[in-house]
């Protein structure tokens, strides 16, 4: 079993930036692959980004890959994202997510993780 805690969201004015980390409870975090998924209202959940246990592999969205960067720390069980050149259209909420079985080819798919965070909100402002 796996808790997660997101933190970081806020209120942010376009072109600004904003780091979310993800405080994982439990031994096996580095075990995990971790996901970050946002869903903004009336929209379906989106993929935006993960990493692998060991934090070697990243993965994102094409939209955002340049802007975002996924990170993790096993000694401290977090998982960040880094937000950069913000744009109105990234305001949602953003949720992690964890899994022990994710595999190359379902890292995206957000059905394939089994642990979730409460999620943190993002606005940003024009």
């Known amino acids: 079993q796996v808790q997660l805690v997101e933190s970081g969201g806020g209120l942010v004015q376009a072109g600004g930036s904003l780091r979310l980390s993800c405080a994982a409870s439990?031994?096996?975090?580095?075990?995990?692959?971790m996901g970050w998924f946002r869903q903004a209202p009336g929209k379906e959940r989106e993929f935006v980004a993960a990493?692998?246990?060991?934090?070697?592999?990243?993965y994102y969205a094409d939209s955002l890959k340049g802007r975002f960067t996924i990170s993790r720390d096993n000694a401290k069980n977090t998982v960040y994202l880094q937000m950069n050149s913000l744009e109105p259209e990234d305001t949602a909420v953003y949720h992690c997510?964890?899994?022990?079985?994710?595999?190359?080819?379902?890292?995206?798919?957000?059905?394939?993780?089994?642990?979730w965070g409460q999620g943190t909100q993002v606005t940003v402002s024009s």
């Open positions: 997510a964890a899994d022990s079985r994710i595999t190359i080819a379902t890292i995206r798919a957000g059905n394939k993780y089994a642990y």
């Open positions: 439990g031994r096996t975090f580095s075990r995990y692959a």
């Open positions: 990493i692998n246990w060991s934090g070697g592999s990243t």
